[in-house]
């Protein structure tokens, strides 16, 4: 059977239009419904799309520009190297451009406000988006307050502990984010534009910082080149206490190990997928952002981590203390070669922007932790109190559960529990990992639906991923095996069970939250051929006419000038 795509309502499907609200587009297709996926939407559950395109590009930035990359990267160049984090940025920077070019094509054909949980539900099977939609919410409710307690320990840079308790902090940056959060969508969008820029300009100093540093332009005058890769060496055996793995199987293991911190940095560059239900006209400005925030990404972390292999050795003395301290500008091996090229002062500048990166990360957190739940509850997988909202489009009851997380950070007032929070850092790890072998599948799933209607992806879709239906299995391959074995070190040298249950709880909980779903629900996998591509398009379609409209008259009333125009194609393009 061939379908249309530009048809509002597919006929395979039998709808219950006694349930239809045609003012607010609620509709329910009945055959989802009784496979356990209610869609509720209308007035009362309706976001506001406030985001423009600068907003979405500089979240989706933001969310992946973070203490994993001016942080972490000290730890991973202490355990593999230079050539070894270069190596292993770079290709899980492939593997996260695979997984945005999947949700893409989804997001931009139908941008549902549930996200791709909701895709997980439609496409695959209803007990997958439970599943997905969950973890991913518990990713977040446990990274937010660990942002917070990140912010309190940058502080400590200048005001100890001892002097000012760090719960002080999480109080202020608590009430701050949450405020932001309230006020609405734009304020928001707007707010964490200039925090995102403000990371990226951070980043492009760093660059070339970096890059003046290598060419001997410091006050040193100490012209490194490659000097490091040279000696000590581009990669790094593996050590671990009093245990060395060498030659070849040591130093891929080492390589291994740097896996992990590099799909931690990149985690949260799917969080476009969750923006699309509040963004202005998603089908051309997703792409956008998502296209654009890839060779951004590639460029800030693989030149930044190229340049910093290339002016700190991977056992400089410095090194060893930055992995032992707390989240502050003395853990930043970016410090250790401005140290080490005798930059004074600097320190302090690097480390207010910090806070700005981790202070941005939790803003952010605590609005995907909203807009997770939100989604969940208007697919039908969690309580319906959770999908009202208010007159300004604010999820305000289900923002309220994700705040009451929030008070996690408050054990880490006590220094002890700061090593309970990075048993909770691993968890969150594997959680993403999960999320996006989901979209990885869920996709795939999609691009058979497609050919089963008679959808031609090239022709019909509004944006086509590049690489398909290669790249979402070679994604999903690499992202599986990552999931298994990021965790491997802890069987050698002994067992630290410890790091193991944190490292690979996940995946036990994903399969019982799957299980159990389907096992209560008695939900079935959705079949290529009755696949649901229309519920919800006719709202994005006048959605989507209604905005094209509205901006079609705003350029009548005021055509930009030439000046704008060329804004637009050049600087307009980053931001």
């Not at 999947?102 to 007990?127: I, K, N, Q, W």
């Not at 249950?501 to 290529?528: C, H, R, S, W």
Request: one cysteine or more.
């Amino acid at each position: 059977m061939s379908v249309s795509p530009n048809t509002s309502v597919n006929k395979a499907f039998d709808y219950d239009f006694e349930k239809e609200v045609a003012v607010s587009g609620n509709i329910v297709n009945s055959q989802a419904a009784a496979n356990g996926n209610d869609f509720r939407y209308g007035e009362e559950t309706e976001l506001h799309r406030g985001l423009k395109a600068r907003h979405i590009t500089m979240i989706a930035i933001g969310g992946a520009l973070g203490t994993g990359l001016v942080i972490g990267t000290g730890s991973a160049l202490v355990d593999g190297g230079p050539g070894s984090i270069l190596v292993a940025y770079s290709f899980v920077g492939l593997i996260v451009y695979l997984v945005m070019c999947a949700l893409g094509e989804m997001a931009t054909y139908l941008p549902l406000p549930d996200g791709f949980s909701g895709y997980a539900s439609r496409f695959v099977d209803p007990c997958l988006g439970f599943a997905v939609g969950y973890t991913y919410w518990f990713k977040y409710i446990i990274i937010t307050p660990n942002q917070l307690t990140a912010a309190a320990l940058v502080i400590q840079y200048w005001l100890p502990r001892e002097k000012v308790n760090p719960g002080v902090w999480i109080t202020v940056f608590l009430v701050v984010i949450v405020a932001i959060n309230t006020i609405g969508i734009k304020f928001f969008g707007e707010f964490e534009f200039w925090l995102s820029s403000i990371k990226i300009i951070t980043v492009v100093g760093l660059i070339i910082l970096c890059l003046v540093l290598t060419l001997g332009g410091g006050p040193d005058h100490d012209r490194k080149g490659f000097r490091y890769w040279k000696h000590p060496g581009a990669f790094k055996e593996y050590q671990k206490g009093d245990l060395t793995i060498h030659g070849s199987k040591g130093r891929f293991v080492a390589w291994a190990a740097c896996l992990v911190t590099a799909v931690f940095a990149y985690l949260g560059t799917e969080l476009v997928g969750v923006t699309v239900g509040e963004a202005q006209n998603p089908r051309r400005n997703v792409p956008r952002a998502i296209k654009l925030t890839f060779y951004r990404i590639c460029f800030f972390y693989i030149l930044l981590v190229m340049l910093l292999g290339m002016n700190v050795a991977y056992d400089d003395p410095g090194l060893a203390f930055a992995k032992k301290a707390s989240t502050s500008a003395a853990a930043s091996p970016f410090v250790v070669a401005i140290s080490n090229a005798g930059i004074k002062g600097l320190p302090h500048v690097i480390n207010a922007a910090f806070l700005l990166f981790v202070f941005s990360a939790a803003n952010s957190d605590l609005y995907i932790a909203t807009r997770t739940l939100y989604g969940l509850a208007v697919n039908g997988k969690a309580p319906a109190i959770f999908s009202r909202t208010t007159k300004h489009g604010l999820p305000v009851y289900a923002m309220g559960l994700s705040t009451c997380f929030c008070a996690l950070a408050y054990l880490n007032v006590s220094s002890s529990s700061e090593t309970v929070f990075g048993y909770f850092v691993n968890l969150v790890s594997i959680f993403g990992l999960l999320t996006w072998v989901s979209i990885l599948v869920t996709h795939i799933f999609f691009m058979r639906a497609c050919k089963a209607q008679g959808i031609d992806r090239h022709r019909d879709l509004v944006w086509c991923a590049p690489f398909q239906p290669y790249g979402s299995y070679f994604a999903l391959f690499f992202c599986i095996l990552i999931s298994i074995f990021k965790n491997f070190t802890v069987f050698i040298n002994g067992f630290d069970y410890k790091n193991f249950i944190t490292g690979y709880l996940g995946i036990p909980l994903f399969l019982a939250l799957n299980l159990g779903y389907k096992f209560f629900y008695k939900t079935k996998m959705v079949q290529p051929e009755e696949a649901d591509f229309y519920t919800y398009k006719d709202v994005i379609d006048r959605q989507e006419e209604e905005f094209l409209a509205e901006q079609a008259r705003e350029r009548e009333l005021n055509p930009p000038g030439r000046g704008m125009k060329i804004y637009e194609n050049t600087l307009g393009l980053l931001f």
